[in-house]
């Protein structure tokens, strides 16, 4: 009969623990392990480390600059958004098949898009010619961007979760195709805060001919605290409500302010931990500041007659002119400090192609007229950055919401759109010159080498600005959220 009660016999590992020496041999060795994890991680050398990393952000100061993951090799972003999703097949992407192929059926089969059938393939209107002296193809649509081959880091391998123009400007801006998300500008405002202290974080600057479809939803906070909201105005438009009414006297709006900052301090002391409190509270504060800085900002009579002029700020086309206004205004505000400028090229409130590059029944025709606007200043933007020594430490990004096909659209001259394949492409702080990476097929429709998403853009965006992507979080609704969900990595051919 088995007894109830056994004797136990320690182990030899138990053995050596129960002896004194051995119990603190074995404790020094494991907090020495503690202590080594600790230093690892400070240096982002622990191959698994991805807890969770919630910036430290002062209640009275949420835009104080913050220190990043890891060193980083950008300081601020400059996003160049054209809305309507423009063409890659006629822009970057040279595909001589498609040359040879032209007014054929596609091998495979008929295609059925967006829009419907599709007819045959179609080469781009604009002529394709090596650039600068890694000899890049790229279209004769861009001439002036075209010279600055030399500076780009191409990814040709992009790709979508939708074809609609909404949904993708979603997608792009915020990491997801639903609205309530917070937008990359958002993100990383939070992530490091500010430069300057007159100035918002993050500015929005709409195109001349209106906002981008989802409008506001491009530079939301979403559900991150409201003060890292983007700014949105333009040269047209500067920012509201900055005038102070002369029935009052500076001294009277000095004595106002620091009454309503007591007041402020008080109330925000009863409500720790209000992000809605705090942020209010910041935009008043920064609102005064800007009643100075946000009109020297967007004097650009400051500039010389020769920056005007290589910009094309007066320019015979007016909406050219309006929007090489808002390059100079973007630089000048990332000359400031500001950490992320968000520039549109493209409205919707025109219409269907009108006023952006949603080339869908007359592709050459309305190709353009918007391709000058673009062009001319936003390569003086990149030029003036690298003159400046700005380009060192700043990142530029081009990008669409998505591509179109290698076909024309049954019965139109125009491309449809297609989320399988397009092209980005990266300048400045951090990234390879005169580069490519990825490939779509013969005929520019799918991303078959290297097919990279917008997760993976940025993952990368994050990781040149020294954010770790999976661990840049803010918990909500129960669970840590990021910028690329629960998906992305870091795209290391771009780096330099």
Known sequence: MTPLFQKSVPSPG???????????????????????????????????????????????????????????????????????ACSHLDTWDYKPQLIKHHDKPMPGGELVTFQGKNG?????????????????????????????????CFIHSMTSKTNTHGPGENFMSTGFTLEGYPSAGAWVTYALGSECDNLPAFVAIPDPR???QVGPNNWS????????????????????????????SPQAQAATRDFLKLLNDKHLERNPGDTELSAR?????????????????????????????????????TVKAGFARNCLLARRLLERGVRFVQLFNGAYAMGEGVGNWDGHKALHDQYSVHAPILDQPAAALLKDLKARGMLEDTLVVWTTEFGRMPTF??????????????????????????????????????????????????????????????????????????????????????LG
């Open 14 to 84: 138990g053995l050596r623990l129960l002896d004194r020496r051995g119990f603190l041999t074995h404790a020094a060795h494991g907090l020495s392990g503690i202590a080594l994890a600790s230093l690892l991680s400070q240096e982002g050398l622990l191959a698994n480390d991805t807890a969770p990393h919630r910036p430290s952000i002062l209640p009275d100061a949420p835009l104080a600059a913050r220190q990043a993951h890891f060193p980083a090799k950008a300081k601020r972003v400059l996003m160049i958004f054209c809305s309507g």
């Open 120 to 152: 045959n393939l179609q080469k781009s209107p604009w002529e394709f010619r090596p650039r600068g002296e890694s000899g890049k193809y790229i279209s004769d649509l861009l001439p002036n961007l075209a010279e600055l081959a030399d500076e780009m």
């Open 210 to 212: 209106g906002i981008p």
């Open 221 to 248: 906070s979403g559900f991150l605290p409201a003060v890292f909201q983007g700014t949105s105005f333009n040269t047209q438009q500067p920012i509201s409500n900055l005038a102070t009414p002369a029935s009052v």
């Open 281 to 317: 509270i910041a935009s008043y504060e920064l609102a005064a500041k800007l009643q100075l800085s946000a009109p020297e900002v967007s004097d650009l009579t400051r500039e010389t007659a020769a920056t005007h002029a290589a910009y094309g700020t007066d320019d015979a086309n």
């Open 409 to 494: 659209q049954e019965g139109s001259k125009g491309r449809d759109h297609n989320p399988k394949g397009f092209t980005v492409w990266l300048a400045g702080a951090g990234v390879k010159r005169a580069h490519s990476y990825g490939a779509t097929d013969d005929f520019g429709y799918q991303a078959v080498a290297n097919p990279s998403s917008v997760y993976e853009l940025h993952a990368t965006i994050l990781h040149l600005l020294g954010l770790d992507h999976q661990r840049l979080s803010f918990f909500h609704n129960g669970a840590e959220q990021r910028l690329t969900f629960v998906h992305g990595r870091v795209i290391e051919d771009v």
